[in-house]
C-alpha cells in the first residue's frame, strides 16, 4: 500500500531535504522502517538504542495520535497519511476570578482606546473589563515574546509580566519586533517596559529580570492567570508545564523552527499537558536550537500572535481555545494542521497517579548537566583564536575542522578549513586524520565543544576546541569576518 510519511523540517536533513516520503507499508511501524531503510541517518532520531520509537517523537494517521490507536500496529491503507511530530521548542469558561472582574471599569479615555472591541457583541464593555482585570506572564521576551506582549498590551490585558534576562543583540532584530538598531546592548526587559507602556499607558507593566527556576517559578507564576510559553529550550519548556500544572494555570504554548511552528494550550483542568505530548525531552544537541538551524523572522510573529489570541480567548471566555488540540504551520507551504491530542492517565504531572508533585531539577532532567561535563574544559582543551592565529603563522600542522551547517559556511569561514558538518561527523569520521592535530570550530563554540568531547571519547587525542567560535575570531583576530 503506498503511504506518504510527511517529514518535519528539524528531520529533513536526514531525508535528503525530502519534506514527503513515499513507502510501502500495511501498519505504522511499516512505513516507519520504511523511511529509516531508505534514510538510515534518520533511524537514530525516531527509534533509541533498543530499536524502539523515541518518547519525544509521536506519529499522527490523519489528525489522530497513533499511540491512541494501536501504536505501531495500527492499520494503514492506500492513499494514507501519517506525519512524524517531534518536540522541537470546545468553548471554555473565562479563567479570570468574578471578583477581579467587578473592580475593573474604563475610563472615558479607555472607552475611546479600546472602541473598536467595545463595539463587538463578543467582547463588548464586559468582555474589555475582564481584559483590563488580567494578568498574563510572558516567559521570554524574544521572538515568540514580542509580538506577543506588543498584541496584549494593544488588547489592553491590565498586567503583564515578562521574564528574561537577556541583552538586546544585533541577531535579535530579524524577529524580535519589540526593539530596534539603537537599543543593542540595553537590558531586553528595560527596553520593552519602555515600548510597551508608551504603547498602551493603562497597562501595568511587571518585569523579572532573572532566570526562570525551580527555586523562583512557583511565586513567579502564583500571581497570574494564564502563562505564556515563548522559551526556546525544553528545560524551561518543562519547567513551564509542570508548574502550570502545579498550580492550575494555563499553559498557552509556541514553538517555532526554521520555517515551522506550533502551537496549543496545554491546561490539565480540562485537557492534556505538555507531558502527554511529549513525555520526555530530546537527547541534548538532537534537536537543533534556531541559533544553530535558523528560523524565518516572520515565524514568530504568527505563531506569537497565535498565542496572544489564545490568550484573550482564555481571558473572554470565548470561542474554542487549542485545549486538546496541537496547531501546526507551514510557513513554505502556508499550510495549518490540526492534531488531536488526548490526555495520558499514566502522565507523571497530570495523569490519575501523579508522582511529580514538586518542580524538579529540569537541567538534569533534559540531559544537560551531562552535557556540560562532557564538553568542559578539563576533558576538551580549548585554544584561543590568538593563539591558532599565532600558531597557524608559524606553519603549525592543524587541521581546521568547521561543523557549521552548508549555510554557514557560505557566510564565513576560516582559511584552509575542512567543512563536515555537526550530523554528518559520526558517518564521516574516517575523514579525519588521528594523528594529526585537530582543531574544530562553530559559529559560538558550543557545537564544536560536544564534537571535540565525541572525537576524542573516540580515540582521537590531539583535539582542541576553539575557543568562542568564528566569532571570538572576529573579536580577537580578524574583524572583517562577518558575524551572525
Not at 561535563?373 to 581546521?400: N, Y
Amino acid at each position: 500500500m503506498a503511504i506518504t510519511v510527511l517529514i518535519p523540517s528539524a528531520l529533513q536533513a536526514y531525508t535528503g531535504n525530502q519534506s514527503e516520503v513515499q513507502v510501502q507499508a500495511s501498519t505504522v511501524g511499516e512505513a516507519l522502517q520504511a523511511v529509516v531503510a531508505t534514510y538510515p541517518e534518520l533511524r537514530k532520531h525516531l527509534y533509541n538504542e533498543q530499536g524502539k520509537l523515541r518518547s519525544f517523537v509521536n506519529v499522527y494517521l490523519g489528525e489522530e495520535d497513533t499511540r491512541y490507536l494501536q501504536g505501531l500496529e495500527t492499520l494503514v491503507k492506500d492513499g494514507d497519511t501519517l506525519m512524524i511530530v517531534p518536540s522541537i521548542a470546545g468553548g471554555s469558561v473565562s479563567v479570570l476570578e468574578h471578583e477581579a472582574v467587578q473592580r475593573a471599569s474604563l475610563d472615558n479615555e479607555e472607552i475611546l482606546r479600546y472602541s473598536r472591541h467595545l463595539i463587538l457583541p463578543d467582547v463588548a464593555m464586559e468582555g474589555q473589563t475582564k481584559l483590563k482585570a488580567a494578568k498574563v506572564l510572558c516567559v521570554g521576551a524574544g521572538g515568540l515574546g514580542s509580538p506577543l506582549a506588543l498584541y496584549l498590551t494593544a488588547a489592553g490585558v491590565g498586567t503583564i509580566g515578562l521574564v528574561d534576562f537577556d541583552v538586546v543583540d544585533l541577531t535579535n532584530l530579524q524577529r524580535q519586533v519589540l526593539y530596534t538598531s539603537q537599543d543593542v546592548g540595553r537590558p531586553k526587559l528595560e527596553v520593552a517596559k519602555e515600548r510597551l507602556q508608551a504603547m498602551n499607558p493603562h497597562v501595568t507593566i511587571r518585569t523579572y529580570e532573572t532566570r526562570l527556576t525551580r527555586e523562583n517559578a512557583l511565586e513567579i507564576f502564583s500571581d497570574y492567570d494564564i502563562i505564556v510559553d515563548g522559551t526556546d529550550n525544553f528545560a524551561t519548556r518543562y519547567l513551564v508545564n509542570d508548574a502550570c500544572v502545579l498550580l492550575g494555570k494555563p499553559n498557552v504554548y509556541g514553538s517555532i523552527f526554521r520555517f515551522e511552528g506550533q502551537a496549543s494550550v496545554f491546561y490539565a483542568k480540562e485537557g492534556p499537558c505538555y507531558r502527554c505530548l511529549y513525555p520526555e525531552p530530546p537527547p541534548p544537541g538532537l534537536v537543533p536550537s534556531c541559533a544553530e538551524g535558523g528560523v524565518l523572522g516572520v515565524l514568530p510573529g504568527i505563531i506569537g500572535t497565535i498565542q496572544a489570541m489564545e490568550t484573550i480567548k482564555l481571558i473572554l471566555g470565548r470561542g474554542e481555545p487549542l485545549i486538546g488540540r496541537l496547531l501546526l504551520f507551514n510557513a513554505l507551504k502556508m499550510q495549518f494542521r490540526e492534531l488531536k491530542l488526548r490526555k495520558n492517565p499514566q502522565c507523571p504531572v497530570c495523569g490519575q497517579n501523579p508522582v511529580i508533585r514538586e518542580l524538579i531539577d529540569y537541567e538534569e532532567f533534559c540531559g544537560m548537566r551531562g552535557e556540560e561535563s562532557t564538553a568542559s574544559v578539563d576533558v576538551i582543551e580549548e585554544i584561543t583564536p590568538t593563539e591558532l592565529k599565532r600558531r597557524l603563522d608559524a606553519g603549525d600542522d592543524i587541521f581546521l575542522l568547521d561543523v557549521r551547517e552548508p549555510v554557514e559556511w557560505q557566510i564565513c569561514r576560516l582559511d584552509g578549513a575542512v567543512l563536515i558538518p555537526m550530523n554528518t561527523i559520526p558517518a564521516r569520521m574516517h575523514e579525519l586524520d588521528s594523528a594529526r592535530e585537530i582543531v574544530v570550530y562553530c559559529r559560538s563554540g558550543k557545537r564544536s565543544a560536544q564534537i571535540a568531547a565525541f572525537l576524542k571519547a573516540a580515540g582521537f587525542r590531539k583535539v582542541k576546541n576553539l575557543q568562542g567560535g568564528i566569532l571570538q575570531w572576529s573579536d580577537e583576530v580578524d574583524p572583517t569576518v562577518p558575524k551572525y
